[in-house]
């Protein structure tokens, strides 16, 4: 087993970020090479799977490196806990949004996996360099919300666009 995490300090609010993170289909925006599709049901109810995948270039992809999910915990705004299926990845992440005020949101990623040998084996080696790739991506996930939130005032639009 593996441990991945890494946290953010967001001058977004949890409401706006979440709603950009249950965006399943736009996380492109904020993870580099991947796309995510939801596969059964909205993406927002413990349950509902989601199939993500992970590899150079345009477009909708099928080849890659393939993770799929089920949503296993939702707490709304602040906690998003999925488990990862397989093929290349088994366990558990999470994102938590905490609210800190006036400093705004604290954003943290935990990913608790295990893979094939090889790979396992190679992520601690990796860990300094996947670290900074997730904390640019939670970072990337904030300027997505700001900007949606300055795009979209509350009330007038509440799918990120």
């Known amino acids: 087993m593996y441990r991945l995490s890494a946290e953010v300090l967001s001058p977004a609010r949890p409401e706006q970020i979440w709603e950009v993170l249950?965006?399943?289909s736009g996380q492109h925006?904020?993870?580099?090479?991947?796309?995510?599709?939801?596969v059964e049901g909205t993406g927002r109810e413990v349950g509902d799977r989601v199939l993500a995948v992970s590899r150079p270039g345009?477009?909708?992809r099928?080849?890659?490196?393939?993770d799929r999910m089920r949503v296993s915990r939702i707490i709304p705004?602040?906690?998003l806990e999925v488990e990862h299926l397989g093929p290349q990845f088994r366990g558990r992440g999470e994102f938590r949004l905490v609210d800190e005020g006036s400093a705004?949101?604290?954003i943290t990623c935990t990913e608790d996996v295990t893979g094939p040998a090889?790979?396992?084996r190679a992520v601690?080696?990796?860990g300094p360099v996947a670290r900074r790739a997730l904390r640019r991506s939670l970072r990337a996930l904030s300027e997505v919300a700001l900007r949606h939130c300055a795009a979209h005032p509350p009330g007038e639009d509440p799918k990120p666009s």
């Not at 925006?29 to 939801?38: A, F, G, L, N």
């Open 22 to 24: 249950l965006d399943w």
């Open 29 to 38: 925006r904020w993870i580099p090479m991947t796309s995510v599709e939801v």
């Open 58 to 60: 345009p477009g909708r």
């Open 62 to 66: 099928r080849l890659g490196l393939v």
């Open 77 to 79: 705004g602040h906690l």
């Open 104 to 106: 705004g949101t604290r």
């Open 118 to 120: 090889l790979v396992v």
């Open 124 to 126: 601690p080696l990796a």
